[in-house]
């Protein structure tokens, strides 16, 4: 049992526009239990905390939250709100808020901190107009001291945070981009293999695991490894479809598609896989790619979709 701000809990409960009753509901409680949780007349759990957690839509990773007053909880909003921002690339709005962010309170938090570290780093690079001017040894070493002492040829040995994991996809892709194919590969391969090692989190299983599948399948595909490509990229859609995850569909299919056109060329196989990316990337809104999707069948395999 816990005893934090009864203020806290109300707020949270009012950010869902749900009703004392309502909330009780979905808690699994009593309305009078809740009524007396928000009076501060009774402690709440950790699992009616981490309940109401999922259903404002924060990452239960974030329970340490429950320590904060009214005044941090809306910088700690700001902070996921950021956090969505940079993940979403978009680029303004990121901008914006980070500076927002950096100046409020929960900055001082040291998990808070070491995100905001980590954004400002991803803001000043990827965020360049000039890409050219990028220098990508500076970002490294910057992303390295964000890591502590964590070796970058060890990476299965260690027990890594969710942040860990995103600050080590982009130490990948910075690799990628300075033509290091071969690390940037490896890197990837590590953080899969130490996530089988360890427990992880239902939101890493939705969310890393099959964005890290599906990139080092898109790795290989550019060295032309396409058997190695294809086994990453079924185990990428496994996982996704296990999970319920569907961000990553639409580029896994169009690996698979490419994969088959040059393993098999098998044209039924590859049309559906890149029909499947298609439709995938519109159900999800992700029309910029399904427009891209659209574009490469014609343009690559010469099939109009």
């Not at 239990?33 to 239960?60: A, D």
């Not at 329970?63 to 909003?77: A, N, R, S």
């Not at 961000?247 to 029909?275: G, M, Q, R, S």
Request: glycine fraction near 2%; hydrophobic fraction near 40%; aromatic fraction near 12%.
């Amino acid at each position: 049992m816990m005893n934090i701000n009864p203020e806290l809990i109300k707020k949270m409960r009012i950010d869902l526009k749900l009703t004392q009753e309502k909330i009780a509901e979905k808690l699994g409680v009593s309305d009078k239990h809740y009524q007396r949780i928000e009076k501060g007349e009774k402690p709440i759990n950790i699992w009616e905390f981490t309940t109401m957690m999922e259903l404002v839509g924060f990452p239960t990773s974030d329970f340490w939250l429950l320590y904060l007053d009214t005044k941090e909880y809306e910088g700690y909003k700001l902070y996921q709100k950021t956090q969505k921002f940079f993940d979403t690339n978009r680029k303004e709005d990121s901008i914006k808020l980070l500076e927002e962010l950096e100046k409020n309170p929960i900055a001082n938090n040291k998990i808070v901190n070491k995100s905001i570290k980590h954004m400002r780093i991803f803001s000043d690079f990827y965020f360049c107009h000039d890409k050219k001017t990028v220098n990508y040894d500076e970002m490294i070493s910057r992303l390295k001291e964000t890591l502590g002492d964590i070796n970058l040829y060890r990476i299965d040995q260690y027990h890594l945070t969710y942040a860990e994991i995103k600050i080590l996809n982009h130490i990948s892709a910075v690799y990628l981009q300075q033509g290091n194919d071969i690390e940037a590969i490896e890197i990837l391969k590590q953080i899969v293999t130490n996530r089988k090692k360890f427990k992880i989190s239902f939101q890493e299983e939705i969310e890393i695991i099959p964005l890290l599948l599906c990139n080092i399948s898109s790795m290989l595909i550019q060295k032309e490894e396409f058997e190695e490509a294809y086994e990453y990229a079924n185990q990428a859609l496994k996982i996704s479809n296990e999970v319920g995850a569907s961000f990553e569909l639409p580029e896994i299919y169009l690996n698979l598609a490419k994969c088959v056109n040059i393993l098999e060329y098998d044209f039924e196989k590859v049309k559906t896989f890149l029909l499947r990316a298609f439709y995938c990337a519109e159900a999800i809104g992700r029309f910029s790619v399904a427009q891209t999707i659209f574009e490469t069948a014609q343009k690559d395999f010469e099939i109009k979709l």
